[in-house]
């Protein structure tokens, strides 16, 4: 009987340290898990910004600031215009998190006439896509005096 007994008690000892052992891994496992960072992602202060008038063959520039508020690194991948009279500049290295960088419009408004909007596409390294637009009127006085625009 106590034959039988003790092996009872080995056997009861053997389950509970197996149930032990897999709920100390179980929770190993989900600790992980939950370390697992966020990813990148970028937040601008505003998308949108007007120059306001503008004379034809100005050259002026306009920095968007972003921040990563995500939990990994992020980057700029890829920026497209929509227009040959801008272009884009960023910094292409990663951005850590709580971090903050800017994407700089520069437009030409050489030939170009009346109210303008243009957009630059962004596209993170995280597959995120960002519009940034600039707009302004342009003052040309060539074009005023081809159509008889009176000031």
Known sequence: ?????RIFYLLFLTFLICCH??????RAQGDNQSQKKSPGKIVFDKE??????????????????YRNTGGSPVKVAKAEKTCGCIEIHYDPNPIAPGDSSAI????NTTGEWGNMIKEATIETSEGEIKELTIGAYIDNKQFDNNLNIQK
């Open 48 to 65: 949108i910004h007007n120059f306001g008038t503008l004379l034809d063959g100005e050259i002026i520039s306009y920095s968007f600031i």
């Open 104 to 107: 700089e419009i520069i437009l």
């Open 21 to 26: 052992n897999s709920q100390v891994k179980s």
């Open 1 to 5: 009987m106590y034959r039988n007994l």
